[in-house]
């Protein structure tokens, strides 16, 4: 990272970032050409170890890419607060972000998306939600094994914030 001073290494900030942000950016290559999709997801944080859950539909074209080839890179960021100034290059936007690189791997066991499912929805809503193999017959589930990732916040300027004292 460039700005190594912006850089998140604290493991309860990177999970406010997960739990904040609701929606990725999955980035795809199709042949060569890129694609990315937006996404909800949720989160599994195991001894430092990063899955995403991500749902679909049962077709669509990211999942022929993906079948083709399941590496991906992904981004998502919260606490966006856009800031003016005097000047135009003092104006900026705070954000707190999380991106990296995985593999997608299609989840097929019933019991498996059910546990999938129910991470999601928490991630989403932090309300505990019942699946049964009903509910997700008709959803494709996948697991982004990340293998690696970095976190960055840009604060807003230290004029700006609330407890700024001169
Ligand atoms: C905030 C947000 C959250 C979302 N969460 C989910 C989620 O959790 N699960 C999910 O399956 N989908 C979600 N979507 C919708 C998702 O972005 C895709 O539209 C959808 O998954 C279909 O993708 P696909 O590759 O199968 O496209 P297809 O339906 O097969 O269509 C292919 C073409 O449609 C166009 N297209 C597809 N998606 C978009 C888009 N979002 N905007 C503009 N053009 C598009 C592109 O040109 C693409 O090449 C979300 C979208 C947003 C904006």
Same mark, same amino acid.
């Given at each position: 990272?460039?700005?190594?001073?912006?850089? #998140?290494?604290?493991?309860?900030? =990177?999970?406010? =970032? &997960?739990?904040?942000?609701?929606?990725?950016?999955?980035?795809?290559?199709?042949?060569?050409? @890129?694609? =990315?999709?937006?996404?909800?997801?949720?989160?599994?944080?195991?001894?430092?170890?990063?899955? &995403?859950?991500?749902?679909?539909?049962?077709?669509?074209?990211?999942?022929?890419?993906?079948?083709?080839?399941?590496?991906?890179?992904?981004?998502?960021?919260?606490? #966006? !607060? @856009?800031?003016?100034?005097? #000047?135009?290059?003092?104006?900026?936007?705070?954000?707190?972000? &999380?991106?990296?690189?995985?593999?997608?791997?299609? #989840?097929?066991?019933?019991?498996?998306?059910?546990?999938?499912?129910?991470?999601?929805?928490?991630?989403?809503?932090?309300?505990?939600?019942?699946?049964?193999?009903?509910?997700?017959? =008709?959803?494709?589930?996948?697991?982004?094994?990340?293998?690696?990732?970095?976190?960055?916040?840009? @604060?807003?300027?230290? !004029?700006?914030?609330?407890?700024?004292?001169?």
């Amino acid at each position: 990272m460039t700005k190594r001073e912006l850089e #998140v290494t604290d493991p309860a900030k =990177i999970l406010e =970032i &997960l739990d904040k942000s609701k929606v990725t950016h999955i980035g795809l290559v199709d042949d060569g050409m @890129p694609y =990315i999709v937006p996404m909800n997801y949720g989160y599994i944080m195991e001894d430092g170890r990063l899955t &995403l859950i991500l749902h679909c539909a049962v077709k669509g074209y990211k999942l022929e890419v993906i079948a083709k080839n399941p590496v991906c890179c992904f981004e998502m960021e919260c606490d #966006v !607060v @856009p800031f003016e100034g005097r #000047v135009p290059c003092q104006y900026g936007t705070a954000y707190s972000s &999380l991106m990296g690189r995985g593999t997608i791997e299609i #989840v097929e066991d019933v019991q498996e998306k059910i546990r999938l499912m129910t991470i999601f929805m928490k991630t989403q809503c932090g309300k505990d939600f019942e699946f049964n193999e009903k509910l997700v017959s =008709i959803v494709t589930m996948m697991k982004v094994n990340v293998d690696e990732y970095t976190a960055k916040e840009r @604060p807003l300027p230290a !004029v700006l914030r609330a407890d700024y004292k001169e």
